[in-house]
């Protein structure tokens, strides 16, 4: 068997796999509240493909609207940044000439005092999918991102 089979055979598990969890998942919430705000949720996506079109992503993150607007803006940045960035990652990073596909999911929790959209982005390219998590945090009280330096002071 060769490699790029069993890569596409690992591809399907894995595709598989997700639909499996993904029918086992509660749905998505279409609203949340932080910070007594009430948000709306809605998918953006953001597709597209390389010139020569060996390279195809599709990006599909959660982002807000109502509830206060500078935490609707911080929160849908950084979720837009996430997902641009793995794109870019991988336009940087594929050679020339080989196949790729990136697919981005993100989506937002809220908390009281903080709403966090997890981006997991997996690439289709090479032997096996590569799975990369990326997370933001956004103080819903200040609108600025909470890092781990933030939560453990001396």
């Known amino acids: 068997m060769t490699l790029h089979r069993r890569a596409r055979i690992l591809a399907a598990a894995a595709a598989g796999l997700l639909a499996i969890v993904a029918l086992a998942a509660p749905a998505a919430a279409e609203t949340g ?29 959660d982002e807000l609207s109502g509830g206060d607007p500078a935490v609707v803006q911080a929160v849908n940045a950084a979720g837009r940044t996430a997902a641009q960035a793995r794109i870019d990652h991988m ?25 966090g959209q997890l981006v997991i982005a ?31 002071t001396d």
Do not use: Q
């Open 33 to 61: 509240v932080s910070d007594g705000k009430t948000y709306s949720i809605t998918m953006t996506s953001i597709e597209g493909s390389t010139d020569d079109h060996l390279g195809n992503w599709d990006a599909k993150i």
């Open 91 to 115: 336009n940087g990073v594929a050679a020339p000439g080989l196949e790729w596909n990136l697919d981005v999911r993100g989506e937002v929790t809220f908390r009281s005092i903080a709403i």
């Open 122 to 152: 997996t690439s289709y390219y090479g032997a096996v999918p590569t799975v990369t998590p990326t997370a933001v945090v956004i103080d819903s009280r200040t609108a600025k991102p909470i890092t781990v330096a933030d939560l453990f």
